[in-house]
C-alpha cells in the first residue's frame, strides 16, 4: 500500500511541473509577441481560459492543462467605435 502512495505521488509531482511549464511557454510567447494577459481563469471542464490584448487587438485562448495544448485561438480587432468585428 505504502508503495502504491509513493508511485502515485512521485507521478503527480512530476505532472504539475510539466503543466506548468506548457501555460508558461504559452503566456511567454503571447507576451514576446507583445500581447499583456488580462485574465486567466479555469473552465468549468478544467482548461485554461487566457485573455491578451495588444492595442485594438484582443485574443482568447483555451489550453489544455495537461498538455498545454492549444484548443482554442480565437482574436478579433475592435474597430474606431470599439466594437469588436462582426
Known amino acids: ?3 502504491t502512495f509513493m508511485t502515485t505521488a512521485l507521478v503527480l509531482a512530476l505532472a504539475l511541473p510539466a503543466q506548468a511549464a506548457g501555460l508558461d511557454a504559452v503566456i511567454r510567447q503571447l ?3 507583445g500581447y499583456t494577459i488580462t485574465e ?3 473552465t468549468w471542464l478544467g ?3 487566457l485573455e491578451a ?3 485594438a487587438q484582443e485574443r482568447e485562448l483555451v489550453l489544455n492543462p495537461s498538455t498545454g495544448e492549444i484548443l482554442r485561438d480565437y482574436w478579433e480587432e475592435e474597430d474606431e467605435e470599439g466594437e469588436g468585428d462582426d
Do not use: D, Y
Request: glycine letters at 6%.
Open 53 to 55: 490584448k495588444r492595442g
Open 40 to 42: 486567466r481563469e479555469r
Open 1 to 3: 500500500m505504502t508503495r
Open 31 to 33: 507576451e514576446a509577441q
Open 47 to 49: 482548461r485554461i481560459r
